[in-house]
């Protein structure tokens, strides 16, 4: 049951972390900077790394993981 408990609370902090990635990706900042460097800003790389880092784990631990019976 801790586990499901836990896989759900990842998958919802990484679609926030995504969302968040997203709405930064969409910033004047961000387009002037991926415009001239081919690329996004540090901060919104990581939020794109530990959003679906965490979402993977919570789908995986939703899937695979231990249950108490």
Do not use: C, H, P
Not at 35 to 47: E, L, V, Y
Not at 55 to 64: C, E, I, K, P, Y
Request: proline residues 0%; without cysteine; glycine residues 12%.
């Amino acid at each position: 049951m801790n586990s499901k408990i836990l896989g759900i609370v990842l998958l919802v902090v990484g679609a926030i972390l995504l969302f968040f990635a997203y709405q930064q990706s969409q910033s004047l900042g961000d387009q002037v900077s991926e415009a001239f460097t081919g690329r996004f800003t540090d901060s919104t790389i990581w939020f794109l790394i530990l959003g679906a880092a965490s979402a993977a784990a919570g789908v995986g631990l939703l899937l695979f993981g231990k249950s108490a019976r």
